[in-house]
């Protein structure tokens, strides 16, 4: 079964896309579904990031990405259908703090690069000692804000990844998108730091609109509730 490139997992190997209990979607081993649950196949066996359950499936090990501790599991969780993610990926991840989600992007881009940018020098230390055994997982201390300050550090990317709670988010998106030419992006917006009086469902169509005026196309809008209060996930392509 061949689904679109951007649709659900980035894969030709789709053999079941059924969520009842004990189905398994399977697409090209880096990513299943259990339980409705997704996992990723570990790119560093036997250790875990965030405390997360190890799983065995046909002899390989599987970690579980709790939609609890990731917004992006959230969101898949939620029904996502845009996972611009594959094994040769090559990603710059915004706002990576400890590396819990990064690390899982690190398992599906597993022959490409995860470039993560935090300022947080605390959640820093930690991104640094997740990274140590990821080689694909670069730790860059920088402000997410400003690309400029790490362009050096970091090439080109196919997809941007935006996890940073301050005002002004779906610009932070389009500049990162545009200085390091990325086609795809995804942000989590989280509405109460755009502005707290603001009902979320606004806040989430005035940052639509922002990316739209950036020249991006949307492609799914969605919120994480209930794993999380008040966010959406936004993907978006950048129009050629």
Known sequence: MRMNAWRIYQSADVLSITYASLTVMRTADRLRYVDGRPLTLSADPGKRVYGERLVNIDGLEYR?????????????????????????????????ASGT??????????????????????????????????????????????????????ENVDVVYQDVAQKGQADMLADNMEHFSARYGMVAVKARSEDVTARPERIFEKAKERLTERGMKILDVRSLEPFEKAHAMIAVEAVR
Not at 80 to 96: H, I, M, Q, R, T
Not at 105 to 116: E, H, L, N, T
Not at 125 to 145: F, H, Q, T, W, Y
């Open 64 to 96: 579980e990405w709790s939609p609890n501790r990731s917004k992006l599991s959230a969101y898949l969780c939620s029904g996502g259908e845009c996972f611009p993610f594959n094994e040769k990926s090559s990603v710059l991840y915004l706002g990576a």
């Open 101 to 154: 989600t990064a690390s899982h992007i690190s398992d599906v881009a597993v022959s490409g690069k995860v470039y993560c940018i935090e300022i947080s020098q605390r959640s820093f230390r930690d991104l640094v000692n997740v990274c140590e055994s990821r080689k694909n997982m670069m730790p860059i201390l920088g402000d997410a804000a400003v690309p400029e300050g790490y362009g050096f550090a970091a």
